[in-house]
Nanobody, 113 residues
């Protein structure tokens, strides 16, 4: 079955960085656009970025210039490099597959001010 397992979250100071990973299985990763979302405390889940099978990327305004999404088709893994982190980036980060309603458990990112 489809599985999405996010990892790499943690506690970092403002201005720090983290690289999130989403290991996937159970579907043909190489032909699917992948998305990152986040859910901040008390807020709706919001889209962060997506990456097509050919690695074309698109970012939310808040992520542009600070976050980089990438993928390893051979390893069925998608990544989110997050730089210059701000306290408002604190959230649970999720990956998902465009067109399929599967979600991982998420990984918690906390940015200390």
């Amino acid at each position: 079955q489809v599985q999405l397992v996010e990892s790499g979250g943690g506690l970092v100071p403002a201005g720090g960085y983290l690289k999130l990973s989403c290991a996937t299985s159970g579907f043909d990763f190489s032909i699917k656009t992948m998305r990152w979302y986040r859910q901040r405390p008390g807020k709706e889940r919001e889209w962060v970025a997506h990456i097509t099978p050919s690695s074309t990327t698109t970012y939310a305004t808040f992520a542009e210039g600070r976050f980089i999404v990438s993928r390893d088709n051979a390893g069925s893994t998608v990544y989110l490099q997050m730089n210059d982190l701000k306290p408002e980036d604190s959230a649970v980060y999720f990956c998902t597959i465009i067109g399929m309603d599967y979600w991982g458990q998420g990984t918690q990112v906390t940015v200390a001010s």
